[in-house]
């Protein structure tokens, strides 16, 4: 059975990895920086076909970029924003007081082993369900998100 094609809007969630600052949760406090892992709720949004689309949809492309949704990062509860790191490491921050020091923030583009090894369009591969997408991670981990087609339910692609 085929892959669904992914089009604008089809969402992509996942866990990045952040560089954080702030302060540790000891008395007095002191400056803090670390690691953590963030979740990423977001959407295929830009860079998308421009002569393709499905049901008027734009069909996204091996070009394509995520966003994160609006409110993801904001903190203090946007669930890509400093406070609701978790894994954090070292141990011993205050989560209320951190920030994600990574720039830019927000933007995925799809990983080098996604697309369609034979639906392309202007040469370039179309993405399908279930491919992997490098989001903002601001410490190296590609792949640790994922596009789910739901956009359009009637063109797939057999690999």
Do not use: R, W
Not at 9 to 17: C, E, N
Not at 43 to 58: E, K, M, R, Y
Request: charged share 10%; hydrophobic share 30%.
């Amino acid at each position: 059975m085929g892959k669904l094609v992914v089009v604008k809007g089809d969402p992509v969630s996942g866990t990045d990895k952040h560089n954080v600052s702030g302060q540790t949760s000891t008395s007095p406090p002191v400056a803090y920086t670390g690691v953590g892992d963030y979740t990423y709720t977001g959407s295929i949004t830009d860079a998308l076909s421009d002569f393709v689309t499905i049901g008027g949809v734009p069909v996204a492309l091996l070009t394509s970029h995520s966003s994160l949704d609006p409110g993801e990062d904001a903190p203090p509860t946007g669930g890509h924003s400093g406070p609701t790191g978790s894994n954090l490491v070292p141990a011993g921050a205050n989560p209320i007081s951190l920030s994600i020091t990574d720039s830019p923030l927000g933007t995925g583009v799809p990983n080098a082993g996604a697309g369609s090894g034979v639906l392309t369009v202007g040469g370039v591969k179309v993405l399908l369900d279930a491919d992997k997408i490098d989001t903002c991670s601001g410490v190296p981990a590609p792949g640790k998100s994922t596009v789910t087609a739901s956009g359009q339910s009637f063109v797939t692609c057999s690999e």
